[in-house]
């Protein structure tokens, strides 16, 4: 009798729960029956203003913002992706480099300052906190960044537009750096290791087992000084070299695809170098400085750095730059001004902001 009074109980609970999941879905799906117009206005409302611009680049828009309501409206996938109406592309993995290039858009200056003030990214954020959010990251300079007439709002956006590119590349080398020293001071090494190790050889040009010159080419390039050559190569952003191939170094190629400069002798066989979007001239930029014969001295004085404090300093390492340019110490005096007068160093120790647990790593 008590058996049969508690398989009753049990019964009549279980028949309970079940009333309340069968409310609480058919609630559910009434909500998201009635706030999927809402959404759709929403979405649609928000991020109109790049439908041109978007499908200009061979994107087909409405797909992109149907699979983003998709998100949106997936009980699921809503509990672990967000999705940020101020950038449809903010979930895109930007550790990813496999499509480089592919579907990249080019926006117009105007698009790329709201994007900035949406976002809250300013430079004077960036000084104060040493933060920047390497999800704003910009393919292409604007075509427009030529008519800004004032000098100081064209160098603002310069720098907002390269400075994150900067930092990512940065921050995967000093991850790297930090992998590296972990691996040395092992007694043993596993083969996924050692495949790490030989693939960090051919990437910086050595031969197996030359641990010393890897320590001394695995290294960061000071932000401040990136930013100055750049500026100095593309004339902040409004060179021929760089809207039409990305190329923010002006560095040449004789085998590659690239840019004959105007002027040049015919019998000139040198190009400059192109890029598919400005991500990769950063990182062409940094392999060149870490691997090329002419910035040996220059890789020296950066490791004494190292070992000295661990803090690089753009305005000694510059002066081992002589060779990047015909003009040699007229070349090292204009970075070192450009340096100086528009405060860069602010921007050296600048780190990458964790907004994702691959980021948090780069801090």
Same mark, same amino acid.
Request: charged share 35%.
């Given at each position: 009798?008590?058996?049969?009074?508690?398989?009753?109980?049990?019964?009549?609970?279980?028949?309970?729960?079940?009333?309340?999941?069968?409310?609480?879905?058919? &609630?559910?799906?009434?909500?998201?029956?009635?706030?999927?117009?809402?959404?759709?206005?929403?979405?649609?409302?928000?991020?109109?203003?790049?439908?041109?611009? !978007?499908?200009?680049?061979?994107?087909?828009?409405?797909?992109?913002? @149907?699979?983003?309501?998709?998100? $949106?409206?997936?009980?699921?996938?809503?509990?672990?992706?967000?999705?940020?109406?101020?950038?449809?592309?903010?979930?895109?993995?930007?550790?990813?480099?496999?499509?480089?290039?592919?579907?990249? $858009?080019?926006?117009?200056?105007?698009?790329?300052?709201?994007?900035?003030?949406?976002?809250?990214?300013?430079?004077?954020?960036?000084?104060?906190?040493?933060?920047?959010?390497?999800?704003?990251?910009?393919?292409?300079?604007?075509?427009? !960044?030529?008519? $800004?007439?004032?000098?100081?709002?064209?160098?603002?956006?310069?720098?907002?537009?390269?400075?994150?590119? !900067?930092?990512?590349?940065?921050?995967?080398?000093?991850?790297?750096?930090?992998?590296?020293? @972990?691996?040395?001071?092992?007694?043993?090494?596993?083969?996924?290791?050692?495949?790490?190790?030989?693939?960090?050889?051919?990437?910086?040009?050595?031969?197996?087992?030359?641990?010393?010159?890897?320590?001394?080419?695995?290294?960061?390039?000071?932000?401040? &000084?990136?930013?100055?050559?750049?500026?100095?190569?593309?004339?902040?952003?409004?060179?021929?070299?760089?809207?039409?191939?990305?190329?923010?170094?002006?560095?040449?190629?004789?085998?590659?695809?690239?840019?004959?400069?105007?002027?040049?002798?015919?019998?000139?066989?040198?190009?400059?170098?192109?890029?598919?979007?400005?991500?990769?001239?950063?990182?062409?930029?940094?392999?060149?400085?870490?691997?090329?014969?002419?910035?040996?001295?220059?890789?020296?004085?950066?490791?004494?750095?190292?070992?000295?404090?661990?803090?690089?300093?753009?305005?000694?390492?510059?002066?081992?730059?002589?060779?990047?340019?015909?003009?040699?110490?007229?070349?090292?005096?204009?970075?070192?001004? !450009?340096?100086?007068?528009?405060?860069?160093?602010?921007?050296?120790?600048?780190?990458?902001?964790?907004?994702?647990?691959?980021?948090?790593?780069? $801090?």
């Amino acid at each position: 009798m008590v058996k049969r009074k508690k398989n009753k109980n049990i019964r009549e609970r279980q028949r309970q729960n079940n009333i309340y999941r069968f409310s609480a879905i058919s &609630l559910l799906v009434i909500f998201s029956f009635f706030s999927l117009p809402t959404v759709n206005n929403f979405l649609v409302k928000n991020l109109n203003f790049k439908r041109d611009i !978007i499908s200009n680049a061979g994107i087909n828009f409405d797909q992109e913002l @149907e699979k983003r309501k998709k998100i $949106i409206n997936s009980e699921t996938e809503s509990k672990t992706k967000k999705l940020n109406l101020k950038n449809i592309f903010a979930d895109i993995d930007f550790f990813n480099t496999d499509d480089e290039g592919k579907n990249s $858009i080019r926006f117009d200056a105007r698009t790329i300052e709201q994007l900035f003030k949406d976002t809250n990214y300013n430079l004077e954020k960036v000084r104060e906190t040493k933060l920047v959010n390497i999800g704003n990251k910009i393919d292409h300079l604007p075509r427009e !960044i030529r008519n $800004i007439e004032s000098s100081e709002k064209r160098k603002k956006l310069f720098i907002q537009i390269i400075l994150p590119l !900067i930092v990512e590349e940065n921050a995967k080398i000093r991850l790297d750096r930090v992998k590296l020293f @972990e691996i040395l001071a092992k007694n043993i090494n596993t083969k996924k290791e050692k495949r790490w190790l030989n693939e960090k050889f051919k990437q910086y040009g050595l031969n197996d087992g030359d641990f010393y010159s890897l320590k001394i080419r695995m290294d960061e390039i000071p932000i401040s &000084l990136a930013i100055a050559q750049a500026a100095k190569e593309t004339g902040w952003g409004t060179s021929r070299f760089a809207q039409e191939g990305n190329a923010l170094f002006g560095q040449w190629t004789w085998t590659g695809e690239g840019i004959r400069p105007a002027g040049v002798d015919k019998d000139a066989k040198h190009k400059v170098a192109k890029f598919s979007v400005l991500k990769a001239s950063v990182r062409a930029y940094q392999r060149n400085l870490n691997t090329h014969s002419s910035y040996i001295k220059f890789r020296k004085e950066r490791a004494i750095q190292r070992d000295n404090n661990d803090k690089l300093d753009s305005l000694k390492l510059v002066n081992y730059l002589d060779k990047y340019a015909e003009t040699g110490q007229e070349y090292i005096e204009v970075l070192k001004k !450009i340096i100086n007068q528009n405060s860069l160093t602010d921007f050296d120790d600048v780190k990458v902001m964790p907004t994702s647990r691959k980021t948090k790593k780069l $801090i």
